[in-house]
Structure formats: structure tokens, C-alpha cells
């Protein structure tokens, strides 16, 4: 049976002391808690813990993932309680630094070893996913590009072709001819379906996730009108000459996977 050890104060229990421990318990088959004294936690965080030592003992001996728990050592580093228990393992918190040198400290003075994981605590961002209808629209082997105007500054000023959402129970064919002609002012005379691609934009507060579905268009005849509050300028440029343009990512990927650069 393999026995986890992990520390901590466990004061106002929340979330992410939750997410500690399932954590830890991952790590093995038995999880063993070794929560802080009310001593070290003035000494360590400066300031009195909201639960005495005996009220966080408590809270943590009762969570289901915890098949034992004890307060830890009074003497600050002696780690008595690594003797006691032999732990196959001892997890450290992502950000309990001085915790990981102090225990490697005691290692070395004494000749143990004792395996050390840092825990990986980060929160899977979640996603969410925007089917987008692109237009690579051509004239004369050249396709229509778009500077995109954008308050988003890793969007804005970027290069890339007509398009936009689809709206919830539009075709993508009709969703494509509709923003095709917001932005440029141009109708479509033929068109054929590419296929999809699938970019993840990477934002702090999640993964947006761009199910692009594309089509190769014939243009009717006429000048571009552009949507001033959506665009900075237009350009014609061949496969070639597109990718030397500052392309939003995915629409580079796109010449590269249904055009080609020649």
C-alpha cells in the first residue's frame, strides 16, 4: 500500500484545499495529512490562524479522501513525523517552496530519501467552441484578405479572410455569403466546400475553440465596400503573397491545408 503525506494549515477550508487533496490522494492509496500548528503558522504567515489547530485537525480527519491525519511536529523541521509514518511519498503544494528546501535539507542531513512531487495544481480551463464560416474568396488566382480591426490587441490590425459565427441553426454555405457580403459588400457567384479546421485561441480565463468551416469562392463582380468598424484595409494577394502578410494563425493554416503557396 502506498502511503501520501502531505502538509499544510488548511484554515477557511475552500476549493482549492479540495483540489490539494484529491491531488495527493492521486499519488497513492493512502493519504495522510499532517496539518500545521497554530505556532508555525504565526511564525511562518504572521498572523493568527481563523481555526485553532484542533478545529482544522478535525475538518481534516473528517474528509473522505483522508485515511489519516495528525498535527505536525512542534519543533519546527524536525519532520518526527516522516519517522513515525514512512511515507512512500510526500506531496508539496505548488507554491510551498521554503517547505520542498526545508524537507530536502532534512534529507540530506540525515541520509533519507524520500521521493518529493510538486503538485501540479492547475485548473483545467474550460472551452468553448464558435463555429466560424471563412470565405477564401478569389479573383484573378488572388485571394481577399481583411485587416482586422479588433479591440483584442493579439487580434487587432492581423490579416485575414471574410467570415464570421454561425448563427445557431444557419447553414455555414449561407452563414458564409451572409458575412461575405457585411464586410466586403461582395456576393458569391459559386463556391465549394473545403472542409473544417480547428484552431485553439489561448485566453487566460479559457480555450476558444474556432471550428472554422471553409469555402473556396467565386466572386460576383464589383468593388470591395468594407465594414469600416470591423476593418482597417483590403488587399488581393496570391497563396504566396498572403503568407508573407501578418495572417491570424489559422488563416495561414488554412492557404497551407486547402490552397497552397505556390
Not at 18 to 47: F, I, P, Q, S, T
Not at 118 to 123: F, I
Not at 247 to 259: Q, S, T
Request: hydrophobic share 40%; aromatic share 6%; glycine share 6%.
Amino acid at each position: 500500500m502506498r502511503t501520501v503525506l502531505t502538509f499544510g494549515t488548511f484554515d477557511a477550508f475552500h476549493p482549492g484545499h479540495e483540489y490539494v487533496l484529491a491531488k495527493a490522494a492521486a499519488l497513492g492509496d493512502r493519504l495522510v495529512v499532517g496539518v500545521a500548528r497554530d505556532a508555525h503558522v504565526r511564525a511562518l504567515k504572521n498572523k493568527e490562524p481563523k481555526d485553532d489547530e484542533q478545529a482544522r485537525l478535525d475538518r481534516i480527519l473528517a474528509h473522505p479522501l483522508v485515511s489519516d491525519a495528525r498535527l505536525s511536529d512542534e519543533k519546527l523541521g524536525s519532520y518526527e513525523i516522516l519517522d513515525d509514518l514512512k511515507p512512500d511519498v510526500v506531496a508539496i503544494g505548488h507554491d510551498q517552496h521554503a517547505l520542498r528546501e526545508s524537507l530536502e535539507a532534512w534529507m540530506s542531513s540525515t541520509g533519507k530519501a524520500i521521493p518529493l512531487v510538486q503538485l501540479d495544481l492547475s485548473v483545467p480551463r474550460p472551452i468553448k467552441t464558435v463555429p466560424i464560416a471563412v470565405a477564401l474568396a478569389m479573383r484573378d488566382g488572388k485571394l481577399l484578405l481583411l485587416q482586422r480591426r479588433d479591440e483584442n490587441p493579439m487580434w487587432n490590425r492581423k490579416w485575414e479572410f471574410p467570415g464570421g459565427k454561425i448563427e445557431s441553426g444557419e447553414d455555414p454555405a449561407d452563414a458564409m455569403r451572409r458575412e461575405l457580403r457585411e464586410e466586403t459588400g461582395l456576393d458569391v457567384n459559386a463556391c465549394d466546400f473545403l472542409g473544417t479546421h480547428t484552431h485553439d485561441w489561448d485566453l487566460s480565463e479559457r480555450i476558444l475553440r474556432v471550428v472554422l468551416h471553409c469555402f473556396r469562392c467565386d466572386l460576383a463582380d464589383g468593388d470591395v465596400v468594407r465594414e469600416d468598424r470591423a476593418t482597417f484595409d483590403h488587399a488581393w494577394a496570391t497563396p504566396a503573397e498572403a503568407l508573407t502578410y501578418d495572417l491570424l494563425e489559422a488563416n495561414a493554416d488554412l492557404i497551407r491545408k486547402f490552397v497552397g503557396s505556390s
